[in-house]
């Protein structure tokens, strides 16, 4: 058996996926593989923050409620017309259109009166008032997105603003699930015999992944015989990165999935990590390069495993740097065994003075699943930790990484 650390130094080893080219507009949910700067001034020109009136600051600078300022309207521009060359007088302007050349401030439309053809103002502006200025939000040369980075839809809408058509992504790795076990039951409409029992864990794992922004395969159930379980790894392993499965990976009779890996090749990395729950968890690597997670087949241990090794594996081959948690207080005390690392259905929340609490859940058992109907976030305690009390920090993560991203500083 291996520490957390351990395996996670072993998991880091792993080099990402090649890169593939994507249109910008289509890249939402990779990670980006180059960094990509602006070429471009956004905005392209000065234009109108409101609805109102281009003027020059000094022709209303004297502009008192007691003293009203009266300048014609000397032309008009919505968004979409070319640039203008102002003369002296107001201009009608839109939100989002060129100020003409030699007006430096733009008066909104509420702060004036408009009598036919001229309009009247009743206090001063600053320079600049109400003027986006070409480049305010980027130049060329800036930085859109660096390398690293998981695209998101405010990723999308920076690339398209500065005319970025195409990203280099590292590629999304191709999986497949499989859940083992004789007592397992897919078909609803099937009435449990004595012994037997649904199969959550296939389609948990299944829709966590998509949820994650990946397409996996389900490659079915399989009972507790070695020679299936080869013929259907065999068949799979030419298209998956990462092939997962539940269940067989203890020391029981029936544990066959460490041997079966063996017979076909594979290394076997780590077999047990000193965690709760979760303790059986396997990972090894096939000749081809494909990955093999044998998680646990109680579901919560599953849950552990894909959370917190699947995961980081899944971010070391999409270039991600590895998650960093957040930290903070528990609001009771926690009971663990010191020496080994605790995964908790946890929640948290904040207080009305705006700081986070966090409450460990009942119903810590790993085949527990009703706790996590409660549930928002996992804390973890660390191995040289001998029970927490309240008040001390805790390491929190969200239940699904990328739900927030933090970043060293």
């Known amino acids: 058996m291996i520490s957390y650390d351990q ?10 996926l090649e890169t593939v080219t994507l249109p910008a507009q289509e890249a939402c949910g990779y990670v980006l593989a180059e960094q990509i700067a602006s070429t471009v001034l956004v905005p392209p020109f000065a234009n109108s923050a409101m609805d109102g009136f281009a003027v020059r600051a000094q022709d209303i600078a004297d502009a008192t409620k007691d003293s009203l300022i009266t300048l014609p309207i000397v032309g008009s521009t919505v968004a979409g ?8 007088g ?13 007006y430096d401030a733009v008066v909104k439309i509420e702060d004036v009166v408009v009598e036919q053809n001229n309009v009247r103002f009743s206090a001063s502006v600053e320079t600049g008032n109400n003027i986006r ?12 997105a660096k390398s690293g980075t998981l695209l998101t839809p405010y990723h999308i809408m920076a690339l398209a603003t500065v005319g970025c058509k195409m990203a280099s992504v590292y590629r999304k790795p191709n999986m497949t699930v499989f859940s083992t076990g004789k007592e397992l039951v897919e078909d609803e409409d099937v009435p449990l015999q004595p012994g037997q029992i649904r199969n959550s864990n296939g389609p948990y794992l299944m829709s966590t992944l998509r949820e994650m922004g990946l397409t996996p395969n389900y490659g079915g159930m399989i009972a507790d015989e070695p020679k299936q379980f080869e013929i259907r790894l065999e068949a799979a392993l030419p298209q998956a990165d990462i092939i997962i499965s539940t269940g067989a990976v203890s020391a029981g009779k029936h544990d066959f999935i460490p041997d079966s890996l063996r017979k076909l090749g594979a290394d076997i990395l780590f077999h047990k990590v000193a965690i709760r729950p979760g303790k059986p968890i396997l990972y090894a690597r096939f000749p081809n390069g494909t990955h093999y997670f044998g998680l646990p087949g109680n579901p919560i241990s599953a849950a552990v495993g894909l959370r917190f090794f699947v995961t980081p ?16 207080n528990l609001l009771m005390p926690s009971p663990k065994k010191k020496g080994l690392r605790f995964f908790r259905k946890a929640h948290i929340s ?16 790993s085949f527990k699943i009703s706790p996590m109907l409660k549930a928002n976030a996992w ?10 009390n309240v008040g001390e920090a805790v390491l929190v993560y969200p239940l699904i990484s990328s739900k927030w991203e933090l970043e060293s500083v």
């Open 313 to 328: 594996l899944l971010r070391q081959l999409q270039g991600l740097l590895p998650e960093i948690p957040v930290a903070t």
């Open 350 to 365: 904040i207080d009305t003075g705006g700081k986070l609490q966090l409450r460990i859940l009942d119903g810590q058992e």
């Open 133 to 144: 200025k070409a480049g305010e939000d980027f130049i060329d040369g800036d930085e859109v």
């Open 81 to 88: 017309d070319q640039p203008s060359s102002g003369t002296h």
């Open 379 to 388: 804390a973890v305690l660390t191995e040289d930790q001998d029970g927490v």
């Open 90 to 102: 107001a201009w009608e302007i839109m939100t989002g259109a060129p100020v003409p050349s030699g």
């Open 7 to 16: 395996a996670q130094n072993i998991i880091q080893q792993a080099g990402p």
